[in-house]
Nanobody, 127 residues
Framework: VQLVESGGGSVQAGGSLRLSCVASGDTVGRYSMGWFRQAPGKEREGLAAINSGGGDGRTYYADSVKGRFTISQDNAKNSLVLQMNSLQPDDTAMYYC????????????????????WGQGTQVTVS
């Protein structure tokens, strides 16, 4: 599966953005998927994940985004979505989507090595 992110851009603090990750070569419903971000000089951070691919649809969120970000899958558009509200300057980073054929657990969903497929990223800047 190939993943392409879009929807990034520049926004003022308190604003919202909606990121999309479109899949090609396979259907998103066969994968569990997640969103990560990486700010300059920092490690890549897991933000949210969702179990699909025959899983239970369970979602996970990092404490840093819980209540502000929402992950969902749009099977009609074969995409993964991250709705981001109440954005702050600390949210500035490159955002990546990732997919895996493995069921994600609470202790594993934010681990990069759990994911086999990655997009190229989309930049989000909050000022």
């Amino acid at each position: 599966v190939q993943l392409v992110e879009s929807g990034g851009g520049s926004v003022q603090a308190g604003g919202s953005l909606r990121l999309s990750c479109v899949a090609s070569g396979d259907t998103v419903g066969r994968y569990s998927m997640g969103w990560f971000r990486q700010a300059p000089g920092k490690e890549r951070e897991g933000l949210a994940a969702i179990n699909s691919g025959g899983g239970d649809g369970r979602t996970y969120y990092a404490d840093s985004v819980k209540g502000r970000f929402t992950i969902s899958q749009d099977n009609a558009k074969n995409s993964l979505v991250l709705q981001m509200n109440s954005l702050q300057p600390d949210d500035t980073a490159m955002y990546y989507c990732a997919a895996t054929t493995t069921y994600l657990y609470i202790g594993t969903w934010s681990t990069e090595s759990q994911y086999q497929y990655w997009g190229q990223g989309t930049q989000v800047t909050v000022s």
